[in-house]
Antibody, heavy 119, light 110 residues
Framework: EVQLVESGGGLVKPGGSLRLSCAASGFIFSNVWMHWVRQSPGRGLEWVARIKSKTAGGATDYAAPVKGRFSISRDDSRNTQYLQMDSLKAEDTALYYC??????????WGQGTLVTVSS | QSVLTQPPSVSAAPGQKVTISCSGSTSNIGNDYVSWYQQFPGTAPKLLIYDNNKRPSGIPDRFCGSKSGTSATLDITGLQTGDEADYYCETWDITLSAVVFGGGTRLTVL
């Protein structure tokens, strides 16, 4: 059974930092590209970042609103991906999902971890 | 403002058919595959359609996706009250170098 379990969310002040983790199981983690997708309360889905598999070069891409502030990484030995979030803003408040799949789509999703940026 | 445009809401009666549109451009829908997701309140999205018109295992054939040019469509036939949810289209935008989602469509089954 595929599982994606996010952790690391919480309440942080504007300008602060958080590191999210996503622990994966049930599939060959090293083969897939990993993504973070967020959803602000009552709003739609917004893609945040992706990291390719090492066999695909391991490159990273970021959504414009987070470029330069967020950093995605992966540890294939731990079947875990990370999202380092710095210089957080109120508009980063959202439920952050880890998502991936073996299809050309988000086949699997975690349950999400809530990030609240507020003073 | 989302890069992909979806109607905010659609509605239809049980048993009927509804169509949800997703309009983009040559930078996104016109250049890559489209996926569709269903999301119930308080839960993670679920993949309904990938590669424009393919269904993952377990998705009933009442859900049908298609793409033409820079637009995509999700058809849901034989509507059930349990289909009431938010639906999102998604693809890759080569100009933005980013995954883009539609703003979402709330389906109401009257």
């Amino acid at each position: 059974e595929v599982q994606l379990v996010e952790s690391g969310g919480g309440l942080v002040k504007p300008g602060g930092s958080l590191r999210l983790s996503c622990a994966a199981s049930g599939f060959i983690f090293s083969n897939v590209w990993m993504h973070w997708v967020r959803q602000s309360p009552g709003r739609g889905l917004e893609w945040v970042a992706r990291i390719k598999s090492k066999t695909a070069g391991g490159a990273t891409d970021y959504a414009a609103p987070v470029k330069g502030r967020f950093s995605i990484s992966r540890d294939d030995s731990r079947n875990t991906q990370y999202l380092q979030m710095d210089s957080l803003k109120a508009e980063d408040t959202a439920l952050y999902y880890c998502a991936t799949g073996e299809l050309r789509a988000y086949q699997w999703w975690g349950q999400g971890t809530l990030v609240t940026v507020s003073s | 403002q989302s890069v992909l445009t979806q109607p905010p809401s659609v509605s239809a009666a049980p048993g009927q058919k509804v169509t949800i549109s997703c309009s983009g451009s040559t930078s996104n829908i016109g250049n890559d595959y489209v996926s569709w997701y269903q999301q119930f309140p308080g839960t993670a999205p679920k993949l309904l359609i990938y590669d424009n018109n393919k269904r993952p295992s377990g998705i009933p054939d009442r859900f049908c996706g298609s793409k033409s040019g820079t637009s995509a469509t999700l058809d849901i036939t034989g509507l059930q009250t349990g289909d009431e949810a938010d639906y999102y289209c998604e693809t890759w935008d080569i100009t933005l170098s980013a995954v883009v989602f539609g703003g979402g469509t709330r389906l109401t089954v009257l």
